[in-house]
């Protein structure tokens, strides 16, 4: 039985190279409406997105281990809370179209 080989496998696949720009251009073609001002807006909303301005921060001086997960252990909270109020204030919104 012959092993199938995955993409990954194949030697003469032609991976693109990865640097720190990678995840953050915008490919601009006027033909397609994609002028250097319409490229920027792209960019802009794929930064931000991406949460690039907030790791930048992040990672300007260094976090000690115990202040890390102090700081994650306080963002997962904030997450589940804003979903947790957010669910409730849409029952709330449900039932009192419902009229109760």
């Known amino acids: 039985m012959q092993k199938q080989l995955l993409p990954e496998d ?6 693109p190279r990865l640097n720190a720009s990678s ?6 073609d006027p033909v397609k409406g994609r002028d250097i001002v319409r490229g920027l807006n792209m960019l802009g909303s794929l930064i931000g997105r991406n949460k690039v301005r907030a790791d930048f921060y992040k990672q300007r001086f260094h976090e000690r ?10 963002e997962r909270w904030r997450f589940r809370f804003k979903n947790g109020f957010r669910d409730v204030t849409a029952r709330v919104s449900e039932l009192t179209r419902k009229g109760w």
């Open 10 to 15: 194949d030697p003469d696949t032609k991976w």
């Open 23 to 28: 995840g953050r251009s915008v490919p601009l």
């Open 65 to 74: 281990p115990g202040l890390k997960r102090k700081r994650l252990k306080s």
